[in-house]
C-alpha cells in the first residue's frame, strides 16, 4: 500500500513538472495534452546568420539616435594585452597590488557585516569612505568640501556621464582639450553636446580670444594635473585664468584627475578644486588608477548646487556603488594601506620611466624622441619627420608593441605626429625589449 502511494507520488510530481516546464497542458474534468506550443522551440541553438542578421535588424531599429551616434563614433577600441604588455597606457601596475591584503581585509568585513550594510545604501557612498576620502584628498591635495558633495561612482566615466546628464542640454557648448581623452567626448556627445577643441600648448588649455569667449561654453574639461595625451602640467598662471573665466563666465569646469597622485618629483600638485572660490570645480579622481582599473570605483565631488541633481540621477540609475568594495576600500584608506601603496607606486613608477627614457636614447635616437614627465603612468614620444602616427601603431602592433597615435586623440590634424606611450603596467624587461621591437618598427618606416 506505502509503495503504491509512492508511485501515484512520482506520477504525479512527473505531471506537475512537466506541466510548469509547458510540455503538457492541464484542462479541468478533461485530462492532460501534450502542449501545442512545446518549449523546445524557443530553446533551438544553431541560429543560422540569415536568422541572425533579421535580429540584427530588428535590434538596430529599436536602438535610439543617440546610442547610433555612439555606435558610429571613434570610442577607443582596447587592443588585446600582448605578452609582456609595453607600452600599455591606461594601466597602473596591477601585478603590484596587494591581493593578500585585500582578500584579508574582505573577509574580515564580510564576517563583520551588520543586517545595516547587507540591506541599506547610501546614494553618495559608504559615509565612512566618504570621510576618509575628503580627510587623504585635502591634505594631499588641497581639495576642498564637505561629505555631502562627495558621491563614490564607478569611475572617472561615470563621474563625466552623471554630470553631462545633470548640467547639459541638447546643443550646450562644451571645450574640449585638442589633442584629449576621447572617452570624455564621447560621453559629452552622447549627451548632445557641441564639443569644441581647443588647443593645448606648454602651459595646458589656451583660453581662446576675448571674442571666442562670448561663446559661453556650459562646461570645460580639463586635465590639469597631467594633460591627457601630452603629459603637460597645467601652470598655477594658467590654472588661476581658467578659475576666473568660470567665475565671470557662469560655467563649469570638470576637473579629470585621473592620475594626479602620481608626481615624480616634489608633492602632488593642488586642484583646480582646491584654488578655486566660486563653486564652479567639478573634480572627479579613480581609483582604476590608483588601485585597479577592475575595482570600478571612483570620487566625484560637485558644488553644492548640483549635489541635489546628482543625488536624484543616481537614484533612477544605479542607486548606490556596491558595499563590499567600499568597506575594504575604507579600511584601505583609515589604516594606511592607500598611502603607503601609492608611495610604492609613486617609485616604481619613475624606475620603469627611467628605464623607458635611457632605452630609448639607447635605440629609439633619430625616430622616436621620448619626452620625460613628472607625472602619471603614460608618456608621448615625438616621430621623425616621415613616419606618420597610425603607420607606426600598426608596425609596432605588427611586432608585439602597444603604442597609441596621438592623432587618435585629436580632432583636427596635428603639426607633430606621435605616439603614447605607457610606461607604468610593464617590468623593466618588457620595456627594453618593447623599446628595441619599437625602433625595427620605426626602422622600417623611415
Ligand atoms: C584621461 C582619462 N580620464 C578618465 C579615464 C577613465 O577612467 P575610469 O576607469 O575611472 O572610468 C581614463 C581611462 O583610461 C583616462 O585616461
Known sequence: MRCWSQLVGTVVYAF???????????IVGSGSYVARNLPDEFFRTGITT???????????SALSKQVRKILASRLLPTPPRQKGNAFRAYEPAVDAFPTALGGRLSGRRMRQASVRALAEGDVRGYKPLRTAVAAYLGAFRGVRCVEDQIFVVSGTQH??????RTTIDPGDTVWMENPGYGGASCVLEA???RVRPL????????LP????????????????AHQFPTGVIMSLERRLEWLAYAGRSGCMIFEDDYDGEYRFRGKPLPTLQGLDKAGSVIYACSFSKLLFPTLRLGILIVPQNLVDGVVALRTIADRYAPYLEQAVLCDFFTEGHFGHHIRCMRELYAERLSVLLESSRQYLSGLLDVQTTEAGLQTLGWLCDGIFDVA???AAARRGVEVIPVSYFASTPLVKQGLVLGFASAKPGALRSGVERLASALAELA
Open 191 to 193: 549627451a548632445q553636446a
Open 50 to 60: 540569415a536568422g541572425l542578421t533579421g535580429v540584427t535588424r530588428v535590434m538596430r
Open 159 to 164: 563621474a563625466l556621464d552623471l554630470i553631462s
Open 199 to 206: 588647443p593645448v600648448d606648454c602651459c595646458g588649455l589656451v
Open 209 to 224: 580670444s576675448k571674442g571666442l569667449q562670448r561663446a559661453r561654453p556650459k562646461l570645460v574639461y580639463l586635465t590639469p
Open 392 to 394: 607606426a601603431s600598426q
Open 16 to 26: 506537475e513538472q512537466l506541466r510548469v516546464e509547458g510540455y503538457i497542458e492541464s
